[in-house]
């Protein structure tokens, strides 16, 4: 079972399609989730809502990530958002090396050095790994560890510990076939182990883990059973009552 105090993230995407439909949604979300309970509510929408959004939850109820940002502070990168930027509005997490940002051409040094651009601004990165196909020959543990390795590279222990490393098995992103509660389990023993070689026990026990890859009402509680810190959800964070039903799984009993 995990030690961590559970942290549900919702990724919008590229949805919804304007302003007043993701604070409605923001606000319907707040609407059900009880007051002091026990759990790290997260949305991360995309970026012109994302003040709309942070004036809606001032006290951090629900709080706000990005889905994504540049390594530099400032200069000339047309179209680019930086950490200082993000943290001037609120926003507390950001996520980082999203699988489809990847797909994009994000490298892992691109990757490394945005999670060094968040945490100088004191944001949380949430960094994505995993693989792409599942063939049962093992390789999925090296796609993650080498992804787990380039990461590390540039951390000291006490930056990586700030970090939350999700688990994203491509395959199992907006397909409907998640990942088993048992490849889930798996695959967090894996990336923990790895990091206690990579740094210390101490270290590898305070990175929090998630997973994501089609989380849905009906798999949330298995999967949270299989010791994952929370989760990465895509497709059921778009509607507030699967995105409450999940964060009601993670809850204690
Ligand atoms: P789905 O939950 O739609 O599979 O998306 C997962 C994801 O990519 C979250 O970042």
Redesign the pocket.
């Known amino acids: 079972m995990s030690t961590h105090k559970p942290l549900v993230i919702g ?1 919008w995407k590229l949805n919804p399609g304007t302003a007043a439909e993701a604070k409605a949604l923001c606000i319907a979300i707040r609407k059900k989730l009880k007051k002091d309970a026990p759990v790290t509510v997260v949305v991360a929408p995309p970026f012109p809502y994302i003040a709309d959004l942070t004036r809606l939850s001032p006290t951090g109820r629900i709080m706000v990530a990005a889905q994504d940002v540049f390594s530099e502070d400032s200069g000339a990168f047309t179209g680019e958002v930086s950490a200082g930027m993000l943290a001037s509005l609120g926003v507390t997490q950001v996520i980082i090396g ?1 699988s489809e940002r990847r797909a994009m051409g994000e490298t892992d040094a691109q990757v490394a050095a945005k999670v060094a651009a968040a945490l100088r601004r004191k944001l949380t990165p949430v960094v994505c790994v995993g693989e792409t196909v599942r063939d049962g020959s093992g390789s999925h543990f090296g796609v993650v560890e080498a992804q787990v390795r380039a990461l590390a590279a540039g951390l000291t222990a006490r930056a990586l510990a700030a970090i939350v490393i999700a688990y ?1 098995p491509i395959w ?3 397909t409907g076939k998640n990942a088993t509660p048992e490849d889930v389990e798996e695959m967090h023993l894996f990336i923990r182990t790895l990091l206690t070689k990579l740094y210390d026990r101490a270290t590898g026990k305070r990175v929090r883990i998630i997973y ?4 849905k009402p009906e798999n949330a509680a298995a999967l949270h059973g299989a010791g994952m810190d929370g989760f ?5 964070s778009l509607s507030a009552e699967s995105f409450n039903k999940i964060i009601l799984a993670v809850l204690p009993a």
């Open positions: 990724n999203h994203e199992a992103i907006g994501g890859g089609s989380v990465l959800v895509g497709g059921a």
